[in-house]
Structures are given as structure tokens and as C-alpha cells.
């Protein structure tokens, strides 16, 4: 079975420092990779979606991601933070259910990010 | 409305109580979900609906029930439940069932059980 792994718990980085969140999945074929951000009382937003092709994925809100399959990663980066980073970050793995035909998405626990002035 | 909204956004309840969680997108698509989203856990797929047929029931408990009368609307039914039931639960929209399609989220319900 599918799995993400987020080893990072809790990250806190400086206002403009560079932020890089990890993720690892375990499947068998090439996923579809996903990255969600939930604020505070908010639902999951999309940041970013990896199918196939470029393997360096450009989001929303300046946020970017690579995937590396020889690592079977796909870590999010953003060169510079802001306060309004500060969120939970969701890794999410996109596969077909097996023996049915619909998908489903798997997510690690997720990555607090605290951002200091 | 846009988006996907979820009603109430809190929700205080004893354990002999009965309520219902509603959801509504706006969207235009054909496939929903719920999600639980307890504190220090990996978001839970709990049901999945696609054109107003149930497609998956993730050994979720009888106490939990989803009704799916069109596919913009999506309720959960909640009956008995238990203080570990307590969490956030996310409804979520996607174009299709593919593993590829981006899903939608609201806002979520918390949830409280006495």
C-alpha cells in the first residue's frame, strides 16, 4: 500500500529565510503528487500538483516543488517567507484504489510552520 | 457561495444525540468526500460518492451515516457517537474519481462530543 511520509513535525524559520518541507512516499509506480496548505479553522488548499514531465513544479503563492524518483521525494520550497506562511503543510499521493476505478489521495501528517518576524 | 461550504462550522453534541453535517459545492462536480481530521493523525478518508453513488465506506462505524441526494450536496448523519469522534471533518469536491483530479476542500466542522 501507498504511504508519505512528512519528517518534519514542526518547522520554524525567520520572515525571508529560504523553507524547505520534506516528503517521501512509498509506491510503486509513479504517483500523482500533491501539495495542500490548511491555515488556521481553514480547509486544505492546493499548492502545487505533480502528473509527469518537468520535474521541478511551480505553485501558487511562490511556492515550488521537485520530485525526485530516485529518492521517491517530492520536497516544497519557497526562497523567501513571509508571515502568511505560517500553516500546517499536507504531502498528498494520488493513486487508483486497488481493484477499483476511482482514486485516492493519501497524506502525510503533515508539517506545522511557524514564521518569526 | 463559492467553493465548497460546510455547515455548521462547530458543532457541540452529547453521545445520545442525533445531528447531521451538510455539505454543498458550487463547483459542478461529480465526485465528494469526507474526511476526519483528528489532532496528530493523517487525514482519514472516510466515504466517497461519485454521481450521488457510494463508491467507498472506509470501515467507518454505523454511527456514522452520509446521504448523497444530488451532486452538489453531501450530508453526514451522526447518531450515538463516541468523545474519540470528536475532530474536524472535511468535506471535499472532485471533477471526477481519477487520482489525478484535484480535490476542493471546505472549510470543515468541528466537531465536539460530550
Known amino acids: 500500500a501507498q504511504s508519505v511520509t512528512q519528517p518534519d513535525i514542526h518547522i520554524t524559520v525567520s520572515e525571508g529565510a529560504s523553507l524547505e518541507l520534506r516528503c517521501n512516499y512509498s509506491?510503486?509506480?509513479?504517483?500523482?503528487l500533491f501539495w495542500y496548505v490548511q491555515s488556521p479553522g481553514q480547509g486544505l488548499q492546493l499548492l502545487l500538483k505533480?502528473?509527469?514531465?518537468?520535474?521541478l513544479v511551480q505553485g501558487i503563492k511562490g511556492f515550488e516543488a521537485e520530485f525526485k524518483r530516485s529518492q521517491s521525494s517530492f520536497n516544497l520550497r519557497k526562497p523567501s517567507v513571509h508571515w502568511s506562511d505560517a500553516a500546517e503543510y499536507f504531502c498528498a499521493v494520488g493513486v487508483r484504489a486497488g481493484g477499483t476505478s476511482y482514486g485516492k489521495l493519501t497524506f502525510g501528517q503533515g508539517t506545522i510552520l511557524t514564521v518569526h518576524p | 457561495e463559492t467553493g465548497v461550504t460546510q455547515t455548521p462550522r462547530h458543532l457541540v453534541m452529547g453521545m445520545t444525540n442525533k445531528k447531521s453535517l451538510k455539505c454543498e459545492q458550487h463547483?459542478?462536480?461529480?465526485?465528494m468526500y469526507w474526511y476526519k481530521q483528528s489532532a496528530k493523525k493523517p487525514l482519514e478518508l472516510m466515504f466517497v460518492y461519485s454521481l450521488e453513488e457510494r463508491v467507498e465506506n472506509n470501515s467507518v462505524p454505523s454511527r456514522f451515516s452520509p446521504e448523497c441526494p444530488n451532486s452538489s450536496h453531501l450530508f453526514l448523519h451522526l447518531h450515538t457517537l463516541q468523545p474519540e469522534d470528536s475532530a474536524l471533518y472535511l468535506c471535499?469536491?472532485?471533477?471526477?474519481?481519477?487520482?489525478?483530479?484535484?480535490?476542493?476542500f471546505g472549510p470543515g466542522t468541528r466537531l465536539t462530543v460530550l
Open positions: 509506491y510503486g509506480a509513479t504517483p500523482y
Open positions: 463547483l459542478g462536480h461529480n465526485a
Open positions: 471535499a469536491s472532485s471533477p471526477g474519481l481519477a487520482p489525478y483530479n484535484e480535490q476542493f
Open positions: 505533480y502528473f509527469s514531465g518537468d520535474t
